[in-house]
């Protein structure tokens, strides 16, 4: 059974940084590129970045660009986004997601190539 935890959030002002976790089971992990997505109260959710298999590509919607690192560390099982200078409009749930079997420097930005997803986890950013 594919298992995606989240962890990580939080309140912080703005300029504040976070480090979202997210460790997963009942799947190779290396065989599958992995993103992270997020969805603001009363909004669509919005893709954030992506990883191949072994982090050789790694993709950032322009707004976080410079700002958000995302990484994941196969023997542990965790992708990971560190975030940096946060801005209220980071504001939102963050969720990790998993690929499918992907070529080896393939991610995705579009949702339909994820099958498997976390529960969440709340980031709130104060002015």
């Known amino acids: 059974q594919v298992q995606l935890a989240e962890s990580g959030g939080g309140s912080v002002q703005a300029g504040g940084s976070l480090k979202l976790s997210c460790i997963v089971s009942?799947?190779?992990?290396?065989?599958?590129?992995m993103a992270w997505f997020r969805q603001a109260a009363g909004k669509e959710r919005e893709w954030v970045a992506c990883?191949?298999?072994?982090?050789?590509?790694?993709n950032y919607t322009d707004s976080v660009k410079d700002r958000f690192t995302i990484s994941r560390d196969n023997a542990k099982n965790t992708l990971y986004l560190q975030m940096n200078s946060l801005a209220p409009e980071d504001t939102a749930t963050y969720y990790c997601?998993?690929?499918?079997?992907?070529?080896?420097?393939?991610?995705?930005?579009?949702?339909?190539?994820?099958?498997?997803w976390g529960q969440g986890t709340q980031v709130t950013v104060s002015s």
């Open positions: 990883a191949s298999r072994y982090g050789s590509t790694l």
């Open positions: 009942g799947f190779t992990f290396h065989k599958s590129f």
């Open positions: 997601a998993k690929g499918r079997i992907g070529r080896l420097n393939f991610c995705s930005k579009e949702d339909y190539e994820y099958s498997d």
